[in-house]
């Protein structure tokens, strides 16, 4: 906690799953790495070839040549840094029953397959394809006694859409119900306000949801960043002004549209903005 608070305004500085787990790996900390992709056995098979070239990466980054990637059975693994990087489904996991640690990114419920994993990959047309529920029920028959889990939002980038944000506080609560069920009502609520004002556009909803998380008045409640790395300045605008009609000074989205306007060499609204 002490050192979030230290840091919590760079992500960069931030200890996470990113940017421990491969150095955890080298000092023999973590022994196997298993990778748990979205989908089903079909979308797993479909992303085989992109998964071998993400792990062919990661051996030719370390110098090694010559290992072996194995295709058995839907699951695809490597060696590396003499531990063993495994690629599978949720189905093909196997039991694990000593000292797991258990990293969940909140985006692995709305992506339904690693071809589509790139946040912006059917922008405003992500659905779950797998439920809290089904997904906790499944971990705790693979992983039977994780000695730490940890679940990220996933929203920063647009990987996770606000709309499924609380997704993670579902899954929180049915892996352990007594600890979040009060968190998880709280955002739920919020989840429900902030869907109806996708929907409707009312003023009212948006600042309910905002009111009981200020997370929704972020600068990934909208799609317009996702529209503008992509170069198209319609949608951004339009989605940057959907915000402003409910919160006229949401800066995130004022930045948005000075942004559009730079794009578009319209200096003089850019200065507006």
């Not at 421990?20 to 992709?37: D, Q, S, T």
């Not at 071809?115 to 028959?141: M, Y």
């Not at 609560?173 to 709280?186: A, T």
Request: aromatic share 12%; hydrophobic share 35%.
């Amino acid at each position: 906690a002490i050192s979030f608070l230290h840091y919590e305004k760079d992500f960069n500085k931030q200890t996470n799953i990113g940017n421990y787990i491969y150095p955890a790996m080298e000092e023999g900390i973590v022994r196997n790495f298993y990778w748990v992709v979205p989908g089903k056995k079909k979308e797993f098979n479909k992303s085989g070839k992109t998964i071998r070239n993400i792990f062919r990466q990661i051996v030719r980054y370390e110098g090694n040549k010559g290992n072996i990637l194995e295709d058995v059975n839907g699951v695809i693994s490597a060696k590396c840094l003499g531990r063993n990087f495994i690629a599978c489904s949720l189905d093909n996991l196997p039991i694990l029953t000593k000292n797991a640690l258990l990293d969940i990114d909140t985006d692995f419920l709305v992506t339904d397959s690693v071809l589509n994993a790139e946040n912006t990959k059917n922008i405003g047309k992500r659905k779950s394809w797998i439920l809290p529920r089904d997904l906790a029920e499944t971990l705790k028959e693979k992983i039977q006694d994780p000695q730490i889990t940890t679940i990220a939002y996933s929203v920063n980038g647009g990987w996770t859409p606000m709309e499924y944000r609380h997704l993670a506080d579902e899954l929180a609560y049915y892996l352990s119900p007594s600890e979040f069920k009060g968190r998880f009502e709280k955002n739920a609520k919020a989840a429900r306000y902030f869907k109806l004002f996708n929907s409707t556009g009312k003023k009212r909803y948006y600042w309910q949801a905002a009111e009981l998380n200020p997370a929704y008045r972020m600068a990934d409640n909208n799609y317009g960043p996702l529209y503008l790395s992509l170069g198209k300045l319609t949608c951004a605008k339009n989605e940057f002004a959907r915000i402003l009609r409910a919160d006229r000074e949401n800066p995130a989205c004022l930045l948005g549209l000075g942004s559009v306007a730079l794009e578009r060499k319209e200096f003089k609204e850019a200065r507006r903005s």
